[in-house]
């Protein structure tokens, strides 16, 4: 069986070229928003990182440039993780899901992925009181991240 | 580093009670279309599985049976995972992260999650010749999967 944290047989080929990346693209379902959700995942741990969302250009300048950019909806712009914070995400592996409209990405992750200065975003989880618990500690003081 | 494969010390309380249940999907933020983007990740190998939505209904459900529901937006109704296939996701964890807008579940899944056959979603990815290829195999027969 193939594990999410280990690559298969078979050189990936990223950076992509323009061609390559143009049949990756073509074959995505964007949807009505022109967005697919993208899922970040630590290489070697395993460890999934955040949840984001791509539209056309974050998935192309993602697969140029071998890092990962993502679309916000608030800014609806295109960004590059870590161009505030410098926690950048260099790209491993790019897969489609078999509906073309998810994407997971296996990266390397420069310090902390979450924005509150976790390392991963998933970080909140019903333990034994009810409700939810902080499972894990803020390891970057976000004011740091982002010069706030 | 809580790796994403690993449970942190805490016991899950899982299934919730319904107080929990309601202080939980009371901090989620549901989008325009009532729906949260859900990841399903293997608990032990750290696989991801396949990427999904829930709405209000599915969230509630999952964390009160201890398995694994999503929406259906083409359907436009709750399902739960396997139900036609039998390819059940028991939940170990439950994990919303920091905008309160994506889920990631920890599963014990039988069998195969996707419904090609194959043990995950995510099985096609830029290799050398360019554009995508299916990097996993199918492991289940779909027709045997969904009896077609």
Known sequence: MTT?????AGAPALPAD??????????M???ANGLVAAIAQQVE??????LAWMNREAV?????????HYYSRSRQKQWKKGESSGQVQKLVDFRLDCDG???????????VAC?????NCFFRAPRALGGL??????????RKLYGG
């Open 101 to 111: 409209d998810a994407v997971l990405m296996l990266v390397e992750q420069t310090g």
């Open 115 to 119: 924005h509150t200065g976790r390392h």
């Open 60 to 68: 192309e300048t993602t697969l140029r440039t071998g890092y990962a």
């Open 45 to 50: 741990s395993g460890e999934v990182l955040m």
């Open 133 to 142: 618990t902080e499972i894990a500690k803020v390891e970057v003081d976000p």
């Open 18 to 27: 323009t061609k390559a990346i143009a049949e990756i693209v073509g074959g």
């Open 4 to 8: 999410a944290s280990t690559l298969p």
């Open 29 to 31: 379902a964007f949807d």
